[in-house]
């Protein structure tokens, strides 16, 4: 199957760069994020997203995820706070969780909701409050997308800034929910700007040569390598552009562009170091830094 697009889209090729902080800056300026996620078998998620935020410029981040893994992940992430939200028999969160995450949403600049949160009726229920109801720049990963494809994936139900990052199988099962087709990926940049201009905001369809699009403009990112497909990986991209969302100077879609590309590089220089079969998720943590140095 092939999309047709009957208005093109500008592609984008700078990549964006970040502002030079103040001396007088302080915590406060570079936002707050709320990382929502994780379950009884899925720790390392959510602290993994954690540390992409927290080494892409993040003020504070705190880490709201089911009460009975709530000192382990404080443990992983001594700089991050913790919110143990109730959970239920499986170590999911609760339904009963909805009112917390609403208090701790307000209290955030953005929100990063998925990693590792597992899948139930009750989460989907959760997950369909909060993309609905809440007004902060949000990320939406893994298996918050699922629970998106279950909505339906309404006409326009996200913001514009607003980001979902979709891996290719998470791609096909929100593009079947609304066009009823399945997709093949003949073509991603198509595809995905068919995609953004239904849903709204900006989807990031992974993958070789990630593609980045608000329905308007496109970027094809040409960082990365096959190293990187490992677990945890996403999450270090989701706690990464959450970040850069509240970065002073940045669009919503340049931030996404910025965090695509310079998680690409991090795994591009994790590659260089151990060799593509020995790259994981910490090492690309490990070398964010330094990518975000040499595009300075």
């Known amino acids: 199957m092939t999309v047709v697009i009957m208005t093109m889209t500008q592609h984008i090729t700078k990549i964006p760069k970040l502002m030079k902080r103040s001396k007088a800056a302080h915590k406060g300026d570079f936002g707050s994020i709320l990382v929502i996620g994780g379950s009884l078998n899925m720790i390392g998620a959510p602290t993994l997203c954690a540390q992409g935020a927290l080494r892409s410029g993040a003020g504070l981040v705190t880490i709201a995820v089911p009460d009975v893994i709530q000192q382990s992940v404080a443990t992983v992430v001594p700089c991050a706070t913790t919110f143990g939200l109730p959970s ?12 917390d995450i609403l ?19 009750s989460l989907n229920a959760v997950i369909e409050t909060i993309i609905r109801h809440a007004d902060k720049p949000m990320v939406i990963d893994a298996d918050a997308l699922n629970a998106l494809a279950n909505l339906g994936v309404p006409y326009g139900v996200l913001a514009d800034n607003c980001v979902i990052t979709p891996h290719p199988g998470e791609f096909g099962r929100l593009f079947y929910r609304w066009f009823r087709k399945n997709t093949i990926l003949d073509n991603r940049v198509e595809e995905s700007t068919l995609l953004a201009r239904h849903c709204g905001g900006i989807v990031v369809l992974k993958g070789s040569g990630t593609i980045v699009t608000d329905g308007d403009y496109f970027f094809k990112n040409d960082s990365g390598n096959p190293g990187m497909a490992t677990g945890g990986a996403g999450d270090t991209l989701a706690g990464c552009i959450g970040a850069l969302l509240v970065q002073p100077g940045l669009s919503p879609i340049e931030a996404t562009i910025l965090g695509v590309y310079i998680h690409g590089k991090a795994g591009d220089m994790a590659a260089a170091k151990y060799g593509e079969l020995s790259v994981n998720a910490t090492d690309i943590v490990e070398l964010l830094p330094t990518a975000f140095l040499t595009h300075s």
Not at 88 to 94: E, M, R
Not at 103 to 121: K, W
Request: hydrophobic share 40%.
């Open 88 to 99: 239920d028999d499986t170590g999911l969160i609760a339904k009963e969780a909805i009112s």
């Open 103 to 121: 208090n701790l949403i307000a209290r955030h600049d953005v929100i990063v909701i998925g990693c590792g949160m597992g899948q139930s009726s």
